[in-house]
């Protein structure tokens, strides 16, 4: 069984940072990348950064500068940290992961940021 589990979350002003990580467990093999998903209430789950096995890396336009996405492939674990927040950033973030046959992810971490 495959187990992603995510910390790391919570509240903070604006301007401020926080450090999300998540650790996958279980049976995987051929990782192609982690990533870091979020997502608000009726809205669709959106990509914020992933990191490929080849060590590629990618964001979203509206974190490019103030996120970056780091964490070792082999171990299974991925961290976003996250600087000058801004309320937009406010969601729940959920830590993915995906081989050549599935799909996988955590059960989400809140973010809040206040203005």
């Known amino acids: 069984q495959v187990e992603l589990v995510e910390s790391g979350g919570g509240l903070v002003q604006a301007g401020g940072s926080l450090r999300l990580s998540c650790a996958a467990s279980?049976?995987?093999?051929?990782?192609?990348?982690m990533a870091w998903y979020r997502q608000a209430p009726a809205r669709l789950r959106a990509l914020v950064a992933e990191?490929?096995?080849?060590?590629?890396?990618d964001y979203a336009d509206s974190v490019k500068g103030r996120f970056t996405i780091s964490g070792d492939i082999a171990q299974k674990t991925v961290h976003l940290q996250m600087n000058n927040l801004k309320p937009e950033d406010t969601d729940i973030y959920y830590c993915n992961l995906w081989d050549s046959e599935h799909n996988y992810w955590g059960q989400g971490t809140q973010v809040t940021v206040s203005s």
């Open positions: 279980g049976n995987i093999s051929g990782i192609k990348g």
């Open positions: 990191m490929y096995a080849n060590d590629r890396r």
